[in-house]
C-alpha cells in the first residue's frame, strides 16, 4: 500500500488587520505551539491539533485593542488555506467521516467531507455572548473561513450542552476527530482520488 507522504504546508497571511503564519503536517503526532494573542482562541486550537494529530504551528499578531475578530477569522483562513496545500490532490484518503462527541453533560457531532466543495452548516447556540473575554459568535466564524479556504464541506451540531466552555470544545474536539479519520489513508484505494469525478480540487 502506497503511503500518504509528505503532506505538510506552510503559509504566511498578511493584511493592514493581521499577521499570521501557520506551519502544519497533517501525519504528525498531535503536537502544537500556538500564540495567536487571543487566550482561549489559542486553548481551542490546541484541542484541533491535539486530536487531529495534525502538528500545528500558528503564530498570529492582530488588532486585538479592536476586537478578536479579524485575528480569530484570519487564523482560520491561513489554517485553511494550509490544510488544503497540505492535501494536495486528496488522493488515498477516507474522505468522509462523523462522530458524536461527549464531555460531561454536553454532546455535539461533527461531519466532514474533504470534498474540494467549501460549505458550512453551523447549528450551535450559546446560552453567553462571551466565555471569558471571547465572543461566542466567533466560533462561527472561525469555522466558516477555515471549511471555505480548507475546501471541505463541514456540519458541526450541538445537541444539548448548558456549560459554554464545553460547547466550544466539543466543536472543536468533535471535528478534530472527524478531520482525522477523513484524511487518513484508505486501505483499499490508496492512490485514488475518492470521487467518480476523478478529482477533489475543482
Known sequence: ??????RKATIARR?????????????????????TGVGFLD???EQLSRHSLIDMKVRAEGDTHIDDHHTTEDTGIAIGQALSQALGERRGITRYAS???AMDETLTRAAVDVSGRPY????????????GSFDTEL??????ALAQNAGITLHVWNHYGENNHHIAETCFKAVARAMRTAIEADPRQPDVVPSTKGTLTA
Open 1 to 6: 500500500m502506497a503511503a500518504l507522504t509528505n
Open 15 to 35: 493584511t493592514k488587520e493581521t499577521s499570521i503564519e501557520v506551519s502544519l503536517d497533517l501525519d504528525g503526532t498531535g503536537r502544537y505551539d500556538v500564540a
Open 99 to 101: 462522530i458524536d462527541l
Open 139 to 144: 466560533f462561527r466564524e472561525f469555522f466558516q
Open 43 to 45: 486553548h481551542m486550537l
Open 120 to 131: 458550512l452548516i453551523w447549528k450551535v447556540e450559546f446560552s453567553r455572548p462571551k466565555i
